[in-house]
Each structure stands twice: as C-alpha cells, then as structure tokens.
C-alpha cells in the first residue's frame, strides 16, 4: 500500500505552481449543463515547489506534481443563468443544485451577476445587493427578515456571501470551500425586499438582475485505504508534507481509534514522533478537526466516539519542519458494539442471534462484512507497493464494547404523495420503552427527493403506564448514527461528529413535536430511553415500562402554511421542493410571524372599500339608460358586478367570497373594465347604428383574445383605448369638415363634460400606473373604480336628437316601364315565356 504524500498544507497558499494547461471557458453565457473535465497531476519536485488547491482553482489552472500515485482531477460545472426576485419567502428565491464528488480536496464556486434591460446591458439599473446561500446535503433554511420561526422548528445552519457591484453592469465573487462534503449542494440567492411598488408591465424596460454560478471542484484520485484492524509501516519523505489516508466505518461502531506507533526519524527511534494527526468524517481533515499533536503523546492514539456509520473517515498525518524523512506504523481500530466479546466465533453466534429482526440488510453491513472485504486481493495489491518486508502488515482483530448497541427496529415507508410520507413503526405506533435500555428507530429519507419537504416528529407518553413513577423519556434524533442515552452519561444528543436534537417528554408536559425544514437525506435514528428523576439525577427505573406514541412523518410545508399562508410545490431542474407564502402581512417560515399582519377590522374596510367603490358604476348606468344607450348600460352593470366579487375572492386574508374559480372572476373583471372603455370612446364618436354594433363585436372578441394572452401587459389597455380614439378622431373630423365649424359644437359640452371626464380618465390613469403599491392597493385602487366609473358618467354622449318628421314626397309621374305577371303565371299555371311589358308615360 502506498501513501498518498504531498508537499503542501491544506492552508498553505504560497507555493508556486508550474501551469501545464489553461482552462479558458467561453464569455458570456454558458450553455446550461455544461461540464468540462480536466484531469492534472500534481508532482512534488522538492519542499519548496507544490500545487495549492486554492490558487489553482481561482486561476483555473492545471499543473502536473508527482505524489506517488495521487492523481488530482478538476471538475467544472456551470448553470443557466437565472433571474432574480426581490425576497418575500423562500418561493421567490431561486434555488441551485450541485454534486459534490467524494475525495473533493478544493471547492470553489464563481459567483457571476450581470444586469439586463430591454435585451441591452443594464448600465442604468441600480445596483442591489445579491445575497448567495450555501448548504450541504439540502437547500439553505434561511430568513433574511428576521421573523420568528413556528414553534418546535429547528433552523439548520448555512453560509452566506453578499455580493457588492464591482462594474456597472456585471459583478463576480467566489466563495471557496476547503475539503467540502461530498454529495448534494445547494445555493440560493435572491435581492433584497423591494418596497412593493405594483408595476404595470410594459410601461418601462424592466431591470433584471440575472445570476449564474459555477463549481470548480478539485479532487485526488488514489487516496490510501486503511482497513480497521490492520497496521501498514509508512514513510513521510522529508521534501513532503504530509500523508492522506481513508478508512470506511460500517455500522454498529460505537469508537474509531487511529494509533500511530513505532515513530523514528532516519531510522532512529524517537521518543517523540514530530508529526500531528487529524481525523474527520466524510471529507479530508481541516483546520478545526479532531487533531493530536504526537510530540506529546507516546503512543498517538486519536479517538472518536460515536462515529459516523457508513462514511468513509479520513486520516491526515502531518509532519513538523524538519531536515528528515519520518517513518512511522499506522493503524485504525474499532471498537465493534453489535458483538459481546472479540472472539469471533462468538460474534458469530451472537450476530445471528440479535441481527435477525434488527440489523437487516436495510441498515447495511456490519464490521464483519467489512473484514471479510479486507482479504480481498485488493489488500495484497495495494501492500505490493510498499518497499517494506512481508510482515509489514499487522492484523489485529476489533474489541467489542461491553455496552452493546440496542436493537434499531426499521420503519415502514407509506408515500401519500409529493412530500407526503409516513414512517410507520412494525406493531406500532405505541411503542414500550423497557426500563434496562433504549428503543432505536431508523427513518430513511430518499436522496434528493425528501429533503425539500419537513421533517415531523411527535411523541405523546402514556401517562397510565407509569404507575405513579416520576419518569422521563428522553429522545436524540441524529443523522447518520444512533446516539445511545445511558443513565450514567450526560442528557445531550451530540458528540464529537454529529450534531443531534433533543426531545423530551413527562408527567407534567407528556406531547412534544419536532420539525426540521428541509432535512438531510440518508438515515435518521431516534434513540429513546426512559429514567427516572432520584436525589442524584436521573437514573434507571425498575419495573416501569413506558410507552409513548411516536408519529413520524414529512409534509411540503409546516402546518400546511396556515391559515394566512400557500404552501407552494417548486422546481429547479429536476429538483423539487416546497415553501409557504405569505399574505395578508403575515410573514415566516410558516406565515406564522404575525408581527405586521393585518387585523382583521383592516381586512374587512379593504374588501368593502374594493367591492363598493364598484358602486359609482350605478350613476352611468342610469344615464346610459336614460340617453338609450342600452348595450353600454349593458357593459357597466357587467363590470359592476364582476369587479365586485373578483375583489371579495382576491383578498389575501380570511374576509374572502368567491361566488366562483378566481381564474373566471379575474378574466371577467378584465374584460369587463376593457369593453367600458371600448363602448364608451365608440358612443362618443357618435357612429351609425351598424357600425357601432359591429364595431362592439369586433372588440369584445379581440379583447378576450388580448387577455387570454397576456391579462397584465400594458398594450391590453392603451391598444384598445387608443385604437377607439382613433375611430373618435376620424369620425368628429369628419364631422367637422362638414358642417364647417368644430364638433363637439357648443362649449358647454367641451367645458362642463369632455375636459373634466377626460382630466378624471388621466388621473385615474396614472394613479393606477405610478403611485399603486402592495401596501396602498385597497385605497388607491378603490378610488382607480371610483374614477374610472365617475369618467364614463361625465365623457358618455347625451342622446341623439331624432330629426324633425318629413312627410313622404309623392311619387312623380314619367316614362317607364311596368313588369306585368299575372297571377296564373305565378302559380306557374301559364308559359313563363308569355310575359307583356307595357310601356307607360305619364306627363
């Protein structure tokens, strides 16, 4: 076995790198999916040369450095650039996904922003700060607003990066990660809250603020693989600086010990061994990881307890400054809490007495599985590499732990649907608890398509079992390994790897719930044990069986939003997840912040003052009635009563009527508000009676056809109205020229009708176009209806003035010609060739 060596520290940035290959990716915007994969081999030729992962990453570069038979390969992953929205909840972000791979000993991400308006750079645009989250294993918990979270939630911990404007019209930033996590990634970014002003689209170019990211991953191929148990001899030559190894921990390890023994210096033995240990789950060593310093301890030993199960751990042995090569035995043992005893026969027979029923194939493979894979020649090859004698290799079979893992019982899998899981527990869901140990429970959530919902857990103690006894049941939820609560251990749920949440039920508080938003993927395992409250503390009862239901299950969203709250499906991708938003001023992860929400008298005005400003119709009704002008009244008292409901449905709070589909109701009022003005700029052009019906038609059809396609663009409203002021135009022109003198004729209608209807039409116009925002809509569009209504009375025509009665001329007499078909010919009783035609002259 040889050891992956190099000549750099993982912070150590100083080293100068000779470049083999430039990767130059294309400017602009990259097509989506795009990866590029570069392959560099980094040879160390002495101590003061060598490749930093970070400078090699920021400049993109590829380089060739010899560490034995370590190979570094470079990744690069790109994302289609996206537009990004103001933050008002999670569902307005938008959300990236990565892979990450296994062995990544450098992640960087190039954070690229840029500003567009009407298809050109955005030089003009304001700059707004973009504000980038970051998460392992599920999307970012994030609350830029500060508002309170639900009760019983937990809020997972991301990073941030805010991104300031650089150029007038793009930006970059990156965001680097030593020795990231493998797996799933995810970055969401969004600007801040704007102030809800309620733009009309189309009456100016709009500013988007677009955002690609892209990773740039480094990782080493052909890191040395330990197997527990088993002690190789190893060398740091003296122009490197340290040596990586990996080990995979299966499950039912309650400790790993890393032990580096028979330390010396140029083949002379050593009290001291000049080199530091490291050690961490998952991912190579960092600076804040579980470490040793071997100068002052003999032998080194490194423990974890409680390991992460089923990951690989990573060894990092570091070398002090020193003119010497440094020669060391190194080994990993485990501490196997699934057997009684070493002996293997034992273990054996022990196995296939308590795995049965509780370690099943689900849970994975145990230790056992695991030394069996370390007899595979793959072993044998690897210790053909090293320039060592044959015993070399030292085997030393794992202890067992006295205090045995509990049995972990599997649950069952029930999908509803989308986000809509239950676990449910065999012979469940009240669950015993028996005094002597803990009951262990394995949830699995699937990669990817569980962690954008909510984690839920629920427990309830029965409170007739206990049979007067002060108990306890106490709960630690951990991902990736159970966390066993004994009576003479600490009451927390977390240890030097994993971090777990706490829950606890009693006499005096016997329901507790727990939900965790957007939860890792992977196995999750609730340990529960039941202790009793004495003079020294909490210890073992006797006698007492508890037994507490447990619910677990996960949900798109906490509460299903609430009340005053949309739990919405999104996608990115082909990633799903789930997120609430908010109405009516509630705010939170659960629009349960109800800090600036609105009351609920505030609630009802709005709705009134929206549904009854829809009244100052009824005044135009009545004069288009009185002037015969029936089609328009027609017209108004649809609007009237469309806009009416349309805005008791489109309440954001609980003061909502919806008489039917709001997708009708809006579509109505629409085109309801349209045709007013439609009919009332044609009756002011005062044409013939056809034309004007036909001219109705056409509109109302065209206009349906308008909103159908776009019911919120700009042109739907000034093309119609400007198309029918045209034909106003052209008509009162006309008019004009005839009569040679203007129309409207006197000055009392341009004085007292036409300019104030028309200065009521602007105003409500640009009320409605520049001053409307989120916060103002149900008064500044109450009086939008009541302007607009108020127009149509004062702009609608009076009625046409019936010409004065003519009395039919008589019919002169002259020369012509009369067609004489008598009645036989008719009824087709006569030739109809026989046809006489009289000529007549009268004088």
């Known amino acids: 076995m040889t050891s992956c060596t190099n000549s750099w520290s993982l912070a150590d940035n100083q080293k100068k790198c000779r470049p083999a290959e430039r990767l130059r990716p294309a400017a602009g915007l990259e097509p989506p999916s795009q990866r590029v994969r570069l392959l560099t081999m980094l040879q160390l030729e002495g101590r003061g040369s060598g490749c930093s992962p970070p400078r090699l990453l920021l400049l993109v570069y590829t380089f060739f450095c010899a560490v034995g038979d370590c190979l570094f390969v470079t990744d690069y992953f790109t994302r289609t650039p996206r537009k990004l929205n103001a933050f008002n909840s999670f569902a307005s972000v938008e959300l990236f996904h990565f892979n990450v791979p296994e062995d990544t000993m450098m992640a960087v991400w190039n954070l690229i922003t840029f500003k567009e308006q009407g298809g050109t750079f955005g030089d003009s645009c304001p700059n707004r700060n973009v504000t980038v989250y970051f998460r392992s294993g599920a999307p970012p918990v994030i609350n830029p607003l500060y508002t309170r979270f639900p009760r019983d939630t937990v809020v997972p911990g991301s990073f941030a990066v805010t991104l300031t404007w650089t150029l007038p019209n793009r930006t970059t930033g990156a965001f680097n990660v030593t020795s990231p996590l493998p797996g799933d990634w995810f970055l969401a970014a969004h600007l801040p809250k704007d102030e809800g002003k309620i733009s009309v689209k189309g009456l100016s170019e709009e500013c988007q603020y677009l955002f690609q990211p892209q990773l740039i991953v480094q990782k080493l191929i052909g890191i040395s693989v330990l197997y527990p148990g088993y002690f190789i001899d190893q060398m740091i030559p003296i122009h490197n600086r340290s040596a990586l190894y990996k080990v995979f921990i299966p499950n039912y390890i309650s400790k790993v010990k890393v032990q580096l023994v028979n330390c010396s210096t140029k083949n002379k033995s050593s009290d001291t061994c000049p080199v530091v240990l490291k050690m961490r789950a998952r991912a190579p060593p960092v600076h804040n990881s579980s470490a040793l310093d071997c100068r002052e301890w003999n032998p080194c030993e490194l423990v974890t307890l409680v ?5 690989w751990y990573y060894i990092l042995v570091e070398r002090y400054l020193s003119n010497s090569d440094v020669y060391f035995r190194i080994g990993v043992q485990v501490t ?87 676990f449910y527990v065999f012979f469940g869901p009240n669950i015993s608890i028996p005094p002597d140990r803990a009951a262990v429970f394995a949830i ?33 939820l951990n991902h990736g390994m159970p966390l066993f609560l004994r009576e003479n251990s600490s009451l927390k749920c977390d240890s030097e790897s994993v971090a777990g949440f706490f829950l606890s039920v009693n006499v005096s508080s016997n329901i507790t719930k727990l939900r965790i938003p957007y939860p890792q993927t992977g196995t999750w395992y609730l340990s529960l044990r039941s202790l ?81 400003s829809n009244l100052m119709f009824v005044p135009p009704v009545a004069i288009a009635i009185r002037s015969h002008y029936l089609l328009e009244a027609s017209v108004y008292i649809f609007t009237m009563f469309f806009s009416t409901f349309y805005h008791a449905c489109d309440q954001p709070g609980i003061v909502v009527f919806c008489i039917m589909e709001y997708d009708v109701l809006q579509f109505c009022d629409f085109l309801g508000s349209l045709m007013s003005v439609w009919v009332t700029v044609i009756a002011m052009a005062r044409l013939k009676s056809i034309i004007k019906q036909v001219l109705y038609l056409l509109g109302a059809m065209s206009l349906s056809m308008a909103l159908q396609l776009d019911r919120h663009g700009l042109w739907n409203l000034l093309g119609p109205s400007l198309f029918a002021l ?39 116009v640009a009320l409605y176009a520049f001053v409307e925002t989120e916060e103002n809509y149900f008064y500044i569009h109450s009086i939008w209806h009541m302007l607009i209504a108020g127009s149509v009375g004062f702009l609608l025509p009076p009625r046409a003035k019936p010409d004065a009665k003519v009395t039919p001329l008589k019919r002169k007499r002259g020369c012509g010609y009369q067609l004489c078909v008598n009645e036989h010919e008719e009824l087709g009783l006569v030739d109809p060739g026989i046809i006489t035609i009289n000529s007549i002259c009268t004088s």
């Not at 390991?307 to 990951?311: D, G, H, L, N, T």
């Not at 699934?338 to 034992?346: A, H, I, L, V, Y």
């Not at 106003?728 to 009569?739: G, Q």
């Not at 409207?744 to 409500?764: E, Y």
């Open 444 to 476: 699995n959530l699937m990669p990817v398509l569980d962690s954008g919902g909510v984690l839920n857990m629920e427990l309830k103690l029965n409170l007739s079992t206990l049979k007067g006894a002060n108990l306890t049941v106490f709960g630690c």
């Open 307 to 311: 390991p992460a199960w089923e990951q």
């Open 336 to 422: 196997d809490c699934s057997k009684p005893s070493s002996s293997k026969d034992r273990a054996q027979s022990s196995s296939s007495m308590n795995m049965p029923q509780s370690f099943g194939t689900a849970m994975g493979f145990s230790l056992s599985d695991t030394l069996l894979m370390a007899s595979l020649p793959g072993l044998a090859q690897n210790a053909s590499h090293l320039h060592t004698s044959e015993d070399s290799i030292i085997y030393l079979a794992p202890t067992a732990d006295t205090n045995k893992c509990w049995p972990i019982r599997p649950t069952l899998r029930n999908e509803l649907d989308t986000f809509s899981v239950h």
């Open 726 to 764: 045209g034909i106003m135009a052209v008509a009162w022109t006309v008019r004009t020229i005839r009569r040679r003198r203007c129309y409207p004729p006197t000055w009392k209608r341009w004085v007292f009708f036409l300019f104030p209807g028309t200065m009521i039409a602007t105003s409500a």
């Open 532 to 612: 009793c409250a004495t003079e020294h503390g909490f210890e073992a009862c006797t006698n007492v069986t508890a037994e507490v239901y447990m619910r677990a299950y996960l949900t798109p969203c906490i509460n299903d939003c609430g009340t005053y709250g949309q739990c919405k499906l999104l996608r990115t991708n082909n990633y799903l997840y789930a997120a609430c938003e908010c109405k009516a001023g509630w705010n939170g992860w659960g629009c349960t912040d109800n800090s600036e929400a609105y009351s609920y008298s505030f609630q009802l005005l709005s709705t009134l003052l929206l549904c009854l």
